[in-house]
């Protein structure tokens, strides 16, 4: 039972270049989000999909898509990196969205923009 | 003003000692509260979640939530070595609004 699973875990991008990263997870939740992690920042929610079929915005969405593909996988892509976006990215899913559904995280994918 | 405070730290306790970790928060309609452990360069990991004003305990962990001084905290007792970690603090303000606090870092010494 691998849980959640992040590709790929380490990544560099020059400014401009684009990518995508990959969650699946293996939980049957419901609820996918994608979340950065800055240095004295914490966790701040990207973008996140209730459920399969739907997605919305979270705090910081701006340079970002996503695509919720089936109920498992949950991508983020990058179009024009920029150095802003250098951060530890983090997938989680849950069951659902209601509030005590607690959330579980992939390993992370550690993305440097130069 | 950030929805969730906690103080960074760092926050050292001898083995054996008891750690106090705090978060405050700011929107009083916070329904759900969530203790979170990082290790450096890992992932969180869920520890405790408490819904109801009072204590909870599992194991070495209590969570306490006092919803009037909209105050939660975690309490590590009996501390060791692996406990060393960053402790992060999510409130749930309603669906899909989980806030986290920065983390206080804890250093627990043999």
């Known amino acids: 039972n691998a849980g959640v699973t992040q590709t790929p875990k380490f990544q560099v991008l020059k400014t401009g270049q684009s990518m995508t990263l990959q969650c699946a997870q293996d939980?049957?939740?419901?609820?996918m989000y994608w979340y950065r992690q800055d240095p004295g920042m914490g966790l701040r929610l990207i973008y996140y999909s209730a459920s399969e079929g739907t997605t919305d915005k979270g705090e910081v969405p701006n340079g970002y898509n996503v695509s919720r593909l089936n109920k498992r996988e949950f991508s983020l892509r990058l179009e024009s990196a920029a150095p802003s976006q250098t951060s530890v990215y983090f997938c989680?899913?849950?069951?659902?969205?209601?509030?005590?559904?607690?959330?579980?995280f992939g390993n992370g994918t550690r993305l440097t923009v130069t | 003003q950030k929805e969730v405070e906690q103080n960074s730290g760092p926050l050292s306790v001898p083995e054996g000692a008891i750690a106090s970790l705090n978060c405050t928060y700011s929107d009083r309609g916070s329904q759900s509260f969530f203790w979170y452990r990082q290790y450096s360069g890992k992932s969180p990991e869920l520890i405790m979640s408490?819904?109801?004003?009072g204590d909870k305990e599992d194991g070495r962990f209590t969570a306490q939530l006092n919803k009037a001084s909209q105050y939660v905290s975690l309490l590590i007792r009996d501390s060791q070595p692996s406990d060393s970690a960053t402790y992060l603090c999510a409130v749930n303000s309603g669906a899909n609004n989980l806030f986290f606090g920065t983390g206080t870092r804890l250093t627990v010494i043999p």
């Open positions: 989680a899913s849950s069951r659902g969205v209601s509030y005590n559904s607690p959330l579980h």
């Open positions: 408490i819904y109801s004003n």
């Open positions: 939980m049957n939740h419901n609820s």
